[in-house]
C-alpha cells in the first residue's frame, strides 16, 4: 500500500528555488477545513457543451468513458466541435431547483465544472470567446448558482482544468486542435489560468472549493502548482485547494506521495476501505451512474441502497462523498438522478445527525454488519444487516452506555456486556432496510475492543 502521506495542516513547504509555498499554520488549516470536514456530502456537477453531442459523434456512441471527454475520445476537430456551442441553449436551467434538489438530498456544497479539459467556459470570460459566449444562452449559470446557494447557506465551489485540449498555449496540444497556430507557451497560458481564476474568484463571491483537475500532463509541474495555490489564496485567502492543483496524486487513490501544497485528497471512484486516520482529510468523488458529463445512452443507475452506503462508507473511515449529477444541454438533471437525490434526501432527513459532523469508526475491526461513525460520546451504527436474532454485537468492553434507535430516541434499548462485547437488544424487524441506525451513548472514553484489523485491505471500487 502507498504510503499516504498525511494531508494534514501544513506550515510552510520548501519547493524548488527554496521559497516557501504556504504560509498558513497548522490551526490556520484546520480552520479552513472545519467546514468541509463537518459537511460530509457534496454535490458535484459536470455540466458544458459536451452535454450538446451527449456521448454520440459521428452518429455512433463514443467510447465507454465520460461524455466530457467525447472531444478527445472521437478526436473531434476543435472548428467541429466548436459548431456544438450554437446549440447550448439551455432555457430550462433553474438553479433555485438544482440547489433545492441537492439540499433536500443532504448535500452541504455544490461543485461545478466551471471549465473542463475542453477549456469551454460556463461564465462570460473576457479571456476567451470560447465559452456561454460563444452561444445563444444569456444568462450567467454561474452567477445565478452563486446567488441560490448563497440564499441556501450552502457553500458554492468551482471545479476548473489545468490541461485545456483548446487553448493554443497548452503546450501538449491535439492534433485535431485545428483551431490552434503558433508555438505553445506555457507561460502564458499560465497567465490565462490565472485571468480566468481571477474572473471565477471576484465575480461571485466566496468559494468554498478550488477543484483543480487536469494537473497529470507534464507541461504542469511542482513549481507551477505552488505559484498558482500562492495566487488563488492571494485572491481568496479562506478557500480550500484540493490537491489536484499538484503534482504528487497517486492515480484513482486519489492521495498524496510527498508533500503537495493541496489541503485535501481526492480518491475518485473507490472508497478507502479504511480511512487514513484523524487529521487526514479526504473527499471520494463517484458518479451515480458511469459518466462524469451527461451521456444520452448511459443508464448505468447505481441503486439507492449503493449511493446512501457508498455515503456511509465515506463519513466512516472519515472522508467526505461527492455524488455527481450530469446535467442536460437544456439544463436539466436526468430524471434517474432527481428520483435517487430524493430518496437519499428522505433518508438524511431522519439520519443526517449520522452523518454531519462526525468521524471515523473508532473501532478497527471489520464491522460485519454494518459501519460506524463518531460524535462526541455517541457512536451512530449504521446497521446494513440486521440481526435475525435481535441481538446486535458491538466491539465496546465493559463500558456504560445508553442505546437507542436513532428514530425513537425515547425508547432506549437493553444492552448487555459479554466477554465477546456489547450486546443491544434490537426489535424485530429494520426501521430502514438501507441502513437503520442506532444510537450508542457512551459515559467516558470510549475504549474499542483491542484486535486491530489488517491495513492492507483494498479499497472497495463502487
Ligand atoms: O478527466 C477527468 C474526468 O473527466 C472527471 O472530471 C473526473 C472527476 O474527478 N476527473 C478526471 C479523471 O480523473
Given at each position: 500500500m502507498v504510503a499516504v502521506a498525511a494531508i494534514t495542516a501544513r506550515s510552510t513547504l520548501p519547493v524548488q528555488g527554496g521559497e516557501l509555498a504556504v504560509s498558513t499554520t497548522p490551526a490556520q488549516n484546520v480552520d479552513r477545513l472545519s467546514w468541509f470536514n463537518a459537511a460530509r456530502f457534496g454535490m458535484f456537477i459536470h455540466w458544458g457543451v459536451y452535454s450538446v453531442p451527449a456521448g454520440e459523434w459521428a452518429g455512433k456512441s463514443m467510447p465507454d468513458?465520460?461524455?466530457?471527454w467525447i472531444m478527445e475520445d472521437c478526436k473531434i476537430p476543435v472548428s467541429e466541435y466548436a459548431k456544438f456551442a450554437p446549440q447550448?441553449?439551455?432555457?430550462?436551467?433553474n438553479a433555485r431547483a438544482w440547489v433545492h434538489m441537492a439540499t433536500n438530498a443532504g448535500m452541504k456544497y455544490i461543485v461545478i465544472t466551471s471549465k473542463h479539459h475542453d477549456g469551454f467556459a460556463m461564465w462570460r470570460s473576457?479571456?476567451?470567446?470560447?465559452?456561454?459566449?460563444?452561444?445563444?444562452?444569456?444568462?450567467d449559470p454561474l452567477k445565478e448558482l452563486a446567488d441560490e446557494c448563497r440564499h441556501a447557506g450552502i457553500r458554492l465551489c468551482f471545479y476548473y482544468s489545468?490541461?485545456?485540449?483548446?487553448?493554443?498555449?497548452?503546450?501538449?496540444?491535439?492534433?485535431?486542435?485545428?483551431t490552434a497556430s503558433g508555438t505553445p507557451d506555457m507561460e502564458r497560458y499560465v497567465a490565462y489560468m490565472k485571468g480566468q481564476l481571477k474572473e471565477l474568484l471576484s465575480r461571485?463571491?466566496?468559494?468554498?472549493?478550488?477543484?483543480?483537475?487536469?494537473?497529470?500532463?507534464?507541461?504542469?509541474t511542482h513549481a507551477h502548482a505552488v505559484d498558482l495555490h500562492r495566487y488563488v489564496r492571494s485572491l481568496q485567502p479562506d478557500i480550500i485547494i484540493n490537491n489536484?492543483?499538484?503534482?504528487?496524486r497517486q492515480g484513482?487513490?486519489?492521495?498524496?506521495?510527498?508533500?503537495?501544497?493541496?489541503?485535501y485528497g481526492t480518491p475518485e471512484q473507490?472508497?478507502?476501505?479504511?480511512?487514513?486516520?484523524?487529521g487526514v482529510t479526504w473527499e471520494s468523488c463517484m458518479t451515480m451512474n458511469n459518466t462524469w458529463g451527461y451521456r444520452k445512452?448511459?443508464?448505468?443507475w447505481k441503486s439507492t441502497q449503493t449511493l446512501i452506503r457508498n455515503l456511509i462508507d465515506c463519513a466512516s473511515t472519515g472522508g467526505n462523498y461527492l455524488l455527481n449529477i450530469g446535467p442536460t444541454a437544456e439544463g436539466l438533471f436526468p430524471d434517474a438522478s432527481i428520483v435517487r437525490l430524493e430518496e437519499i434526501g428522505d433518508w438524511m432527513n431522519q439520519n443526517g445527525e449520522a452523518i454531519y459532523d462526525t468521524t471515523a469508526s473508532?473501532?478497527?475491526?471489520?464491522?460485519t454488519w454494518g459501519r460506524c461513525t463518531q460524535k462526541g460520546d455517541k457512536l451512530f451504527l449504521h446497521v446494513y444487516n440486521w440481526p435475525a436474532d435481535g441481538r446486535l454485537l458491538a466491539p465496546l468492553l465493559n463500558q456504560k452506555v445508553k442505546a437507542w434507535l436513532l428514530r425513537t430516541p425515547g425508547r432506549k434499548l437493553k444492552c448487555k456486556d459479554t466477554p465477546e462485547g456489547l450486546v443491544i437488544q434490537l426489535p424485530?424487524?429494520?426501521?430502514?432496510?438501507i441502513a437503520s441506525v442506532i444510537v450508542v451513548q457512551v459515559t467516558g472514553k470510549i475504549l474499542p475492543a483491542a484486535h486491530e484489523r489488517g491495513d492492507g485491505t483494498p479499497a472497495q471500487k463502487r
Open positions: 468513458h465520460g461524455g466530457e447550448f441553449h439551455p432555457e430550462q436551467f473576457d479571456l476567451s470567446e470560447w465559452g456561454i459566449r460563444a452561444t445563444p444562452f444569456e444568462r489545468i490541461m485545456d485540449w483548446h487553448h493554443p498555449h497548452w503546450p501538449e496540444r491535439r492534433a485535431w486542435n485545428d461571485y463571491g466566496p468559494i468554498g472549493i478550488l477543484w483543480f483537475d487536469g494537473e497529470w500532463e507534464k507541461p504542469w489536484r492543483i499538484d503534482k504528487v484513482m487513490g486519489g492521495m498524496d506521495k510527498g508533500q503537495g501544497v493541496g489541503d473507490e472508497i478507502p476501505a479504511n480511512g487514513f486516520g484523524p445512452d448511459d443508464h448505468k473508532p473501532f478497527k475491526q471489520e464491522i424485530a424487524s429494520a426501521p430502514d432496510k
